[in-house]
């Protein structure tokens, strides 16, 4: 999920929570939504790499603010890739998302040879 260049600035980014850390207690489908979401606020399928600018800014908003900032603003191709593929942010999709993860960590490191981990 590197740039076309092959350029990554990890010390410029912070992970992100798509679901956010603290939404507003009206936002996010409300206090039911909020309780399932909450359980899956550290999945992996959560979360994603986000400059630290654009973070701050998008930090806890709802998903389709979120959405546009990552289309839109972002450099990352792991943030794009989310705006791309979901029009909305619940619990199936944060599942979906951990399952193309998991994935693709299988397809770059072979986990049966410890020297290519």
């Not at 936002?27 to 999945?43: A, P």
Request: with cysteine; proline share 3%; net charge neutral.
């Amino acid at each position: 999920m590197e740039s076309k260049t092959k350029e990554k600035k990890t010390h410029e980014c912070t992970l992100e929570h798509i679901y956010p850390v603290s939404p507003a207690p009206d936002e996010w489908g409300g206090e039911d939504n909020q309780n399932q979401m909450e359980e899956y606020l550290w999945h992996l399928g959560n979360l994603t790499m986000l400059g630290e600018r654009l973070n701050a800014k998008v930090k806890n908003q709802e998903f389709g603010t979120k959405k546009v900032y990552y289309a839109k603003r972002s450099e990352l191709v792991m943030a794009r890739q989310i705006a791309k593929d979901h029009s909305k942010w619940d619990v199936d999709e944060i599942k979906k998302r951990a399952k193309k993860l998991v994935k693709m960590t299988n397809d770059i490191w072979d986990f049966d040879n410890p020297s290519r981990v």
